[in-house]
């Protein structure tokens, strides 16, 4: 695990590399009178100024054979405008070899409101166009989905990005706002569909399945599955039988 969350003050792992050995977010924000957002760019600036420091510790780690996971902020500003962070990922994939996969974690809990949904599309398609990388987007938390109430569609509306014109039926028009809005979100709802490239996987955290399906989504991706290193039983954390038969999967 690698955490370059700066923001991280309780990491729930230990991280064999860590950026706030580099950079502080509350230092910056100290020194620099930045607020949370303008602080997590700057911390960025200065990663991205000390990549030689990044290189060095992720050295001994490829030695080894390690497949990492990078933990990044949040920070949307880092994912579809700054430049920092892709020039980060560009490094690690051109000058270091790394076959990297993005994944994009979006609240389940979106898609109950069409408005909020429809910003994920294009926070999601923002991104995949920013970073330039093998991507998967994640509806997380779907354990928690039916909290906020029933869905107007069936799930696979939503992961597979179905038509979207049927989505915006759903939108209240009443207000001369928000008919505007409406059209708006109908112009935002052409280009998404226009690129075709948006969907989603759902993933519930408890759900050994769930898990094992995005893990291999991940490795199909970037290669993994192709080395010899892939063992699909250690994804499961499971032993192969004995009797070959027994491991296919059943009808």
Same mark, same amino acid.
């Given at each position: 695990m690698v955490n370059l969350d700066p923001a991280n003050d309780v990491l729930p792992f230990r991280p064999a590399i860590d950026v706030s050995e580099l950079v502080s977010l509350e230092r910056v924000q100290e020194e620099q009178k930045l607020g949370p957002n303008g602080g997590l760019v700057y911390c960025m600036d200065v990663l991205l100024k000390n990549i030689d420091w990044?290189?060095?510790?992720?050295?001994? =780690?490829?030695? @080894?054979?390690y497949y990492l996971l990078f933990d990044c902020p949040g920070q949307v500003e880092l994912f579809t405008l700054h430049d920092s962070l892709k020039q980060i990922v560009h490094h690690l994939y051109n000058? &270091?070899?790394?076959?990297?996969?993005? *994944?994009? =974690?979006?609240?389940?809990?979106l898609c109950s409101d069409p408005h909020k949904y429809i910003s994920a599309l294009v926070l999601s398609l923002s991104t995949m166009l920013h970073l330039e990388l093998p991507h998967i987007n994640v509806l997380s938390k779907m354990d928690l989905i039916r909290q906020y109430g029933e869905l107007d569609f069936r799930l696979d509306f939503y992961t597979e990005v179905q038509d979207l !014109?049927?989505? =915006?039926?759903? &939108?209240?028009?009443e207000k001369? $706002? +928000?008919?505007? $809005?409406? !059209? &708006? #979100? +109908?112009? %935002?709802?052409?280009?998404?569909? @226009? $690129? !075709?490239? *948006?969907? $989603?996987?759902?993933? #519930? %955290?408890?759900?050994?399945? #769930? *898990? #094992?399906h995005l893990v291999k989504l991940i490795d199909k991706s970037n290669g993994y599955v192709y080395t010899q290193n892939f063992d699909p039983y250690q994804l499961l954390n499971q032993t192969p039988s004995k009797d070959p038969s027994k491991d296919?999967? +059943?009808d």
């Open positions: 990044l290189e060095e510790k992720l050295k001994p =780690l490829a030695r @080894d054979g000058k &270091m070899g790394y076959r990297l996969t993005a *994944v994009h =974690l979006v609240d389940a809990q !014109s049927v989505l =915006l039926d759903t &939108m209240t028009d001369a $706002f +928000s008919k505007k $809005f409406k !059209s &708006m #979100s +109908s112009a %935002i709802c052409e280009v998404v569909e @226009d $690129f !075709s490239l *948006v969907g $989603f996987t759902p993933l #519930s %955290i408890q759900d050994k399945e #769930s *898990v #094992s296919q999967p +059943s």
